[in-house]
Each structure stands twice: as structure tokens, then as C-alpha cells.
T-cell receptor
Framework: ETGVTQTPRHLVMGMTNKKSLKCEQH?????MYWYKQSAKKPLELMFV???????ENNSVPSRFSPECPNSSHLFLHLHTLQPEDSALYLC?????????????FGQGTRLTVV | GQSLEQPSEVTAVEGAIVQINCTYQ??????LSWYQQHDGGAPTFLSY????GLEETGRFSSFLSRSDSYGYLLLQELQMKDSASYFC???????????FGQGTELSVKP
């Protein structure tokens, strides 16, 4: 248990559906991240939030919409996804600023788009 | 640009020592981190090098040379449970980004 909780763990959705992924941490961290990991692929950074403000959008398609209502919660809203969006979506959090920035990851949501 | 390069696969036998290299082409970062990810699991933090030199944590050690833009993770006394993917990562203050290398899949054989 890393202290970062993601729900749901598994999600199957159609291309016309709208769904949301949730991430929650109570570690006192102020930085939160969404990553996409396709099969046998590296971790692709999608979004970064620092102190609830989005500081990075790594050229992510608009069908992925992040939301960070407070420092403890992060959402990823999904709509009109494509089959190639099927992947493991990982949320992470870390203490603010640099130095030994140890990131804590949730267990991920395994998303399948059909 | 920001890029980190690692070998895609490494194979070793139980009890051996293996070194996983990471070269980077980047600037303005704080240091080099290493993460382990077992198949189907979440990445977990292993080590961090802010300064040049060797950091040792049990069977695992990590090294950084900023002048050579190079680092490595050294795993000693390999065990079957060490079979996993290993990622190097750097944190950039601009944008607060944590960027990962492509990962090295380590297979430990009996």
C-alpha cells in the first residue's frame, strides 16, 4: 500500500461512453501526475498538477480531461476514446519541489476501450 | 530536449551482479532516480542520486556522473524476485515534471 489509491482498478468502456478515473492520496503531497503505460511500453507523462494548478499537459488529446479539485484528489475524465487508448493509467504523487522527489504510485486503472 | 536511454532487456542468473545503464540528454534537473515495476504492478521508488557518486541501499546501488550524463543501477546477489522492469527518471523543476526512461526488463534465471 503506497498511500495512493486509484479507482476503478479495471474499466471497460465503449467508444461513445464517458467515464472518470479517480486518484486519491493523503500523504500531504502537493504534486500529482497522470501517466499512461501501454503494453511493454514506458511510462508516458500526461498531466502534472502542482498545488492544484496544472503545470504540464504533454500534448494529450482533448478526449482526456484532468481535474484536480484539491491537493488530495485527481480525476481523469474520459470521453469518445479510441481503442488505442487502452492502457494502464497510473496516478502518482510526490512532495513539492525538487530534491529527492520520490513519487508514490497507485496500482493503476487497466482501461480497455471496445 | 529531454530523453533518457536504457537497454531494453538484460538477462542474468541468480546470485550474479547486473548493471543497468541510463544515459540522458537533458539539463536543468535535480537528480536521477530509479524505480522498479513488477509485471502488472505499480512502479516503486528504489533510489535517488542528487550528487555524483555511488549511493548504496542494501543489494542495490545507484551511481551518477553529471559530467558524463550517465548513471547506472547495480543489483547484487540477484534473486528471482528481482525480475522486473527498471526505470531511470529525472525531475524537472520547470513544470514539475517527472520523466521516465523507456525501462529495462531484467530477467533473472535459475
Amino acid at each position: 500500500e503506497t498511500g495512493v489509491t486509484q479507482t476503478p482498478r479495471h474499466l471497460v468502456m465503449g467508444m461513445t461512453n464517458k467515464k472518470s478515473l479517480k486518484c486519491e492520496q493523503h500523504l500531504g503531497h502537493n504534486a500529482m501526475y497522470w501517466y499512461k503505460q501501454s503494453a511493454k511500453k514506458p511510462l508516458e507523462l500526461m498531466f502534472v498538477y502542482n498545488f492544484k494548478e496544472q503545470t504540464e499537459n504533454n500534448s494529450v488529446p482533448s478526449r482526456f480531461s484532468p481535474e484536480c479539485p484539491n491537493s488530495s484528489h485527481l480525476f481523469l475524465h474520459l470521453h469518445t476514446l479510441q481503442p488505442e487508448d487502452s492502457a494502464l493509467y497510473l496516478c502518482a504523487s510526490s512532495p513539492p519541489t525538487g530534491g529527492n522527489t520520490e513519487a508514490f504510485f497507485g496500482q493503476g486503472t487497466r482501461l480497455t476501450v471496445v | 530536449g529531454q530523453s533518457l536511454e536504457q537497454p531494453s532487456e538484460v538477462t542474468a542468473v541468480e546470485g550474479a551482479i547486473v548493471q543497468i545503464n541510463c544515459t540522458y540528454q537533458t539539463s536543468g534537473f535535480y537528480g536521477l532516480s530509479w524505480y522498479q515495476q513488477h509485471d502488472g504492478g505499480a512502479p516503486t521508488f528504489l533510489s535517488y542520486n542528487a550528487l555524483d557518486g555511488l549511493e548504496e541501499t542494501g543489494r542495490f546501488s545507484s551511481f551518477l556522473s553529471r559530467s558524463d550524463s550517465y548513471g547506472y543501477l547495480l543489483l547484487q546477489e540477484l534473486q528471482m524476485k528481482d525480475s522486473a522492469s527498471y526505470f531511470c527518471a529525472v525531475y524537472y523543476n520547470q513544470g514539475g515534471k517527472l520523466i521516465f526512461g523507456q525501462g529495462t526488463e531484467l530477467s533473472v534465471k535459475p
